[in-house]
């Protein structure tokens, strides 16, 4: 079925504020799942939306949990999260950040202890649509094995990274460590399909672009082999000192993906004296897309492109398409 | 032939000094090149070092070019560098870096303008081997096509990253966005292997482990498919902007590789309370290691620990081996 976007944020919101939310944050929550249901990444938005009711009912997530700031400096600040709600922290993480570097040019919040963030690239796309370059990553569990390594120890921490653009999309990079991520391959086996690419190693240790053998080895495959896991292992340590949070290794020992550490890096490019930042952010882009393509038929593109075509689909529509289950799911916590 | 270290210093500085360098940059730069020869990337050691001398000789390099702070905050610089010796101004900006972090909790030094600094894993280890963690990353010239594009228009940018440990090899991630370097490509056909995995495609578009394909393509691949390649782009994009420098479009327009734009980022972890580093990166860094590995006569291993077995190996010798012809060449500059 399809949904209107501003039905669904008030769904969302009324679900929310009975489960406990204060108004403000019921509403800048609902905006995140409603936004990354807009955006295309409805894995992260609607299809999750009935998980966290659950989370939050089970008390796995306290929605009461009040950050504090527990160490500060005029650019950086560090939050005890108590593990409240991810997304909501997150989102105040890199407003902060951005209001830090509005006197010092960089700033920098530091989340120990917050629980998963959903989509990532959320807080780098609200920087870079304010005018801010936004950087943020995460740590998450150990959900896979470093190069050369059968069991997994490492995370794949997603780094995401915002540019702004006014004359046509920004620049918006969500990258997990993985080849794939679980969703992917589950999506692609139910569709009877192989991975585009090589996304793991199956039970015999061979590379495989076999969903389900992957899927059954818990083998998933680094981006580009040696080289994901090592910027895995890089974000993870830089996460967690920076926090003074858990570590992938410490997450790994909690049962479920909790007590996540978050950092959110903002940069004001009138503070830096960036010059002729938009100019130069559409030119080099254009360069790239005006590269000649593998497929004719498939101009080049860079990332977040997609998330604005979403969008504007989504806005021609009238509405977003959300699998009905799903919605009548969600209409049941009303 | 053998080479001992500080024989290797005093050759390389009384070229340089000869060479017009004055004698603290001619200390500091034959100390990087002789550094990279013992830590086993002798690649960017003595065997760049003839290169780098026929480039001041030529004038591509001008030794006398002094970097000017164009722009600075507590705890940011922009030094224009006039296209001076790379490595020395890197070294100098991650000091730099250090130095502001010392007051601040961070220090950026954004360089304009530069030229190559050799091996970026130079100055994350420099800030690593103080106590700091050290990031920074470099553009390049164009030479990898995007990903879905066949003319390179993307630079292999890389990035490093350095954390402290002081019971063990501190962890140095070196990271390149192209799956394997130009030079591994040549020394893999010279010695008739295959690339342990794809690292480009073939003039027919094919995916291929054959190096002499891809030499002949150019199509070299992002590490991680679309991955490495919209880091690549993220990674140009903030470091032209934060030293309103050059682009890697821009660079692949001046015909050699100079020019260049850097970021190097020191973060002192004193100042910014971070708790038990040491133990917190040596636990973490072992449970990885203590992995179950593929194979079971290979130990897992982290970034970083392969230039300190170098190190040990050339120690253990006295001294390290270069190609003859290569000390040779280096002796005639004499």
Chains 1, 2 share one sequence.
């Not at 059968?150 to 702004?164: A, E, M, T, W, Y």
């Not at 569709?191 to 793991?200: A, F, R, T």
């Not at 593998?294 to 977040?304: C, E, L, N, Q």
Request: include cysteine; charge should be negative.
């Amino acid at each position: 079925m399809r949904v209107e976007y501003e039905k669904m944020v008030e769904v969302f919101e009324r679900i929310l504020t009975s489960r406990g939310l204060d108004s403000d944050d019921a509403s800048l929550a609902a905006r995140i799942f409603a936004d990354n249901s807009l955006y295309g990444v409805i894995s992260h938005g609607a299809n999750r939306f009935p998980r966290v009711i659950d989370y939050i009912e089970k008390g796995d997530i306290d929605v009461k949990a009040r950050v504090e700031t527990i160490f500060s400096t005029p650019l950086f600040e560090r939050w005890e999260c108590h593990r409240g709600l991810g997304f909501l922290n997150a989102a105040k993480g890199m407003a902060r950040a951005a209001e830090l570097s509005d006197v010092t040019g960089i700033g920098i919040v530091a989340l120990k202890n917050n629980n998963h963030w959903m989509r990532g690239g959320t807080y780098a796309q609200w920087a870079a649509e304010r005018g801010y370059i936004g950087i943020c990553w995460s740590n998450t569990t150990a959900n896979m094995p470093a190069w050369g390594a059968k069991d997994p120890r490492i995370g794949n921490n997603p780094l995401c990274i915002g540019v702004p653009r006014k004359s046509g999309a920004p620049f918006i990079l969500d990258l997990a460590m993985s080849q794939y991520s679980y969703g992917k391959l589950e999506s692609t086996r139910l569709s009877g399909k192989k991975l585009p690419y090589p996304g793991g190693f199956d039970e015999e240790g061979n590379l495989t672009d076999n969903p389900q053998s992957i899927e059954k080895s818990r083998r998933v495959l680094p981006f580009g082999y040696w080289k994901g896991s090592g910027l895995s292992i890089a974000l993870d340590l830089v996460v967690t000192l920076l926090t003074n949070g858990n570590s992938v290794m410490d997450i790994g020992g909690f049962g479920n993906e909790v007590g996540l550490s978050q950092i959110l890096i903002a940069l004001n490019p009138e503070k830096l004296r960036i010059e002729d930042m938009d100019d130069i952010v559409s030119r080099n882009l254009e360069y790239i897309k005006s590269s000649e393509p593998v497929d004719a038929k498939r101009k080049v593109s860079y990332p977040g492109e997609g998330l604005y075509r979403a969008k504007s689909a989504n806005e021609e529509n009238g509405a977003i398409e959300v699998v009905d289950e799903v919605w009548n799911k969600i209409l049941s916590y009303l």
